[in-house]
């Protein structure tokens, strides 16, 4: 036997230890992550919703502002002293003690609280669309890190296959009935394999850190026990009701609206009364005061206030005929997509079904010399890629769901936890 025929079967050794020690590595990737559930239900505690929530406290707290009144104002004035002859020093000055209230007339208490409870209820459902938007996010990423997972665990089974079929090969090699060739193409597509599988395991890393980080695990994560990937799902019916997106175009613009009345009213007068008592010091008598002030509008009439509160109510209208236009079609798309999804998840099963017998009896056939090697890796090509696309259609169906829950205004297989 040559030598290059003796060192066939030291490099595959060398290939299956490699494999075990990857084995043997995995076996420590064993800390598993809190269930979707979980994390959805501790979802109050990520930043967004945090911000979220506070900066609805925070319009909250200005509708109680609003609602408040202006200060009076208390003056005190001493007139006619410190002069010459009968105004020298300061016991015969006037004295003027004064309460001064404005009287918010027009209406702008009111207007004033109108735009503050308008703004407060945008918060609102900006802080339910946070809620919505974090919630897609971390079952997109959960779902991501288990589609990651699972794929590292395809390319071991890869790997695993890949190294028999080129024990096999290199026996046929071995006993003459494969040229040197096939050898050296299944010792070429063990290390392909091998290689896969390390970007694999790298990925896995990745998406498990990012899994981590955005829901804020104390300790880290590396596995996935029940995920979100077999969960079935199923459109719901159409519904009239308005997403939460339209919801917040309209809350939108009936704050603009009343941002109009509230300009228009500022434009009015802004009367001051007031009510104070005089001593006289000369006469040593005391007399009540009352007054009357307001400005006079001759050069400001908060015209350009009003044109622009206008001009932001017609882009606010403007954003709530797109945010109805852009959800009839999302809508109907995420439905179309999931509708699709289940069937795309039935048809990769069957595949993979298919691609498994058809690979045993390939390796059934390898063995018994009725079929080459080139008719084997192609059947191994095609059981990997039937179960990658069977990962790929459930992490599809994932995505799908989230688009729909989006829409609707919930959380993403609300109805499955």
């Known amino acids: 036997m040559s030598p290059t025929l003796r060192r066939w079967p030291h490099l595959a050794i060398g290939c299956a230890l490699s494999v075990l020690t990857g084995m043997t590595a995995g076996s420590a990737w064993a800390d598993p992550a809190p269930s979707y559930a979980d994390l959805l239900a501790r979802l109050d505690q990520t930043p967004a919703v945090t911000e979220a929530h506070a900066l609805s406290d925070a319009a909250e707290a200005r509708v109680r502002q609003a609602r408040t009144r202006p200060n009076p104002a208390l003056s005190i004035d001493l007139e006619n002293v410190a002069g010459s002859g009968p105004y020298s020093g300061f016991d015969s000055g006037d004295l003027s003690l004064s309460l001064s209230q404005n009287l918010e007339l027009w209406g702008r208490r009111s207007a004033r609280i109108g735009v503050a409870r308008a703004d407060a209820e945008t ?8 809620t919505i938007d974090t919630a897609g996010r971390l079952a997109l990423i959960y779902a991501e890190a288990e589609a990651a997972q699972r794929r590292a665990a395809l390319a071991e089974d890869a790997l695993t296959l890949a190294l028999a079929d080129a024990r096999a090969a290199l026996a046929m090699v071995e006993e003459g009935r494969e040229p040197l060739l096939r050898g050296i193409q299944a010792e070429s597509e ?10 694999a395991k790298a990925e896995r890393d990745a998406a498990f850190a990012r899994l981590n980080a955005v829901a804020m695990l104390s ?21 009239d009701q308005d997403t939460i997106a339209i919801r917040v175009a309209k809350a939108e613009a009936t704050a603009s609206e009343r941002r109009i009345t509230a300009e ?6 802004d009367v001051t009364a007031s009510v104070g008592v005089t001593r006289y010091g000369q006469e040593d008598q005391t007399a009540l005061t009352f007054g009357l002030s307001l400005p006079l509008p001759l050069f400001d009439r908060n015209r350009g206030n009003i044109d622009a509160a206008r001009a932001e109510h017609r882009a606010a209208e403007a954003r709530v005929l797109q945010a109805r236009q852009d959800a009839g079609a999302d809508r109907a798309a995420a439905m179309a997509r999931l509708s699709s999804s289940g069937s795309r998840v039935s048809a990769a099963d069957a595949g993979v079904a298919a691609a498994e017998e058809a690979y045993r009896l390939s390796r059934i056939g390898a063995e018994a010399g009725r079929i080459s090697q080139l008719e084997l890796r192609t059947g191994r090509a095609a059981l990997i890629n039937a179960r990658s696309a069977a990962v790929d259609a459930r992490l599809a169906r994932v995505r799908a769901e989230i688009d729909l829950a989006r829409l609707e205004g919930r959380a993403p ?3 499955n936890r």
Do not use: M
């Open 123 to 130: 918060a609102a459902l900006r802080r339910d669309l946070s």
């Open 190 to 199: 063990a290390a392909a394999a091998r290689a896969s599988l390390d970007e």
């Open 219 to 239: 300790a880290p994560a590396t596995s996935i026990g029940s995920g979100l990937l077999d969960i079935p799902t199923a459109p719901a019916a159409l519904s």
């Open 264 to 269: 228009q009213i500022n434009s009015r007068p």
């Open 413 to 415: 297989f609300e109805g």
